[in-house]
């Protein structure tokens, strides 16, 4: 009953504009800097999107695609990710992995827009086809940026290109898409669906043992395998 009572909250305020929920797929981050660029893919202009109104400039909260689960693998964000993915570099000492990252985001990218048809996701893969990242060395903030996250911005619109509707439809498309192929009960609804073999933790549990984040519903032993599938046996529904 707790998790149908969540679900229906979820959805009652997800039907809210002012509610500031994200809906399916995308979920808030923490961004710093976008990427204005031409319908050619030329940069433009590295905006500054952060709060100034304190001491210190911070971070913007906004809704992007939901972040791919990470742990020490290489896992491309898409259309926002920090300099290492996003521009190639950073200072953390190891070029070799800050490579493969950017090439990751970029064949990542290249994968989604082939059937998105969108003019601004097209122009993004221009950009990272004739980027360099040894470019980002002249940069004047290059010490702001390092680490950061970033966007991307078409010239000319106030909308980040992760917002724009054929971009989101491209995007949870290939959400829907990217599962087990295995249809199941949904344990919240009932409904036959998808299941997922992994959902991102969430964000802001209290919990009095300290961890910043957690899974509310999780199966991984032997004991909690319905009907002995073993193809299951890590499924987290929620």
């Given amino acids: 009953m707790i998790l149908q009572a969540l679900n229906?909250?979820?959805?009652?305020?997800?039907?809210?504009?002012?509610?500031?929920?994200?809906?399916?797929?995308?979920?808030?981050?923490?961004?710093?800097?976008?990427?204005?660029?031409?319908?050619?893919?030329?940069?433009?202009?590295?905006?500054?999107?952060?709060?100034?109104?304190g001491k210190k400039p911070r971070p913007i909260e906004r809704i992007v695609p939901e972040a791919a689960i990470k742990s020490v693998n290489i896992a491309p964000d898409?259309?926002?990710?920090?300099?290492?993915?996003?521009l190639g570099f950073d200072e953390k000492g190891k070029p070799s992995r800050t490579k493969k990252a950017f090439q990751a985001f970029r064949d990542y990218l290249e994968s989604l827009s082939q059937n998105a048809g969108d003019e601004g996701l097209t122009a993004v893969c221009l950009f990272l086809k004739s980027w360099k990242p040894e470019k980002a060395v002249a940069f004047k903030n290059r010490d702001d940026l390092i680490g950061k996250n970033l966007v991307f911005r078409l010239e000319g619109e106030k909308r980040f290109i992760h917002e724009r509707p054929l971009v989101r439809k491209a995007w949870?498309?290939?959400?829907?898409?990217?599962?087990?192929?295995?249809?199941?009960?949904?344990?919240?609804?009932?409904?036959?669906?998808?299941?997922?073999?992994l959902h991102n933790?969430?964000?802001?549990?209290?919990?009095?043992?300290?961890?910043?984040q957690k899974r509310i519903v999780s199966f991984n032993l032997d004991s909690f395998k319905s009907f002995n599938k073993g193809n299951l046996e890590k499924l987290l529904f929620f």
């Fill in 8 to 53: 229906s909250y979820y959805n009652r305020l997800s039907g809210d504009s002012d509610s500031g929920i994200a809906p399916y797929g995308f979920a808030p981050q923490k961004i710093s800097f976008a990427l204005i660029i031409s319908k050619e893919g030329k940069l433009i202009q590295i905006q500054d999107i952060r709060d100034n109104s």
């Fill in 78 to 86: 898409f259309l926002w990710g920090n300099s290492s993915y996003v």
């Fill in 201 to 212: 933790p969430i964000k802001g549990i209290y919990d009095p043992g300290g961890q910043a």
């Fill in 172 to 197: 949870i498309k290939f959400k829907e898409g990217n599962s087990t192929g295995c249809r199941r009960p949904c344990l919240i609804t009932g409904e036959s669906r998808n299941i997922s073999i």
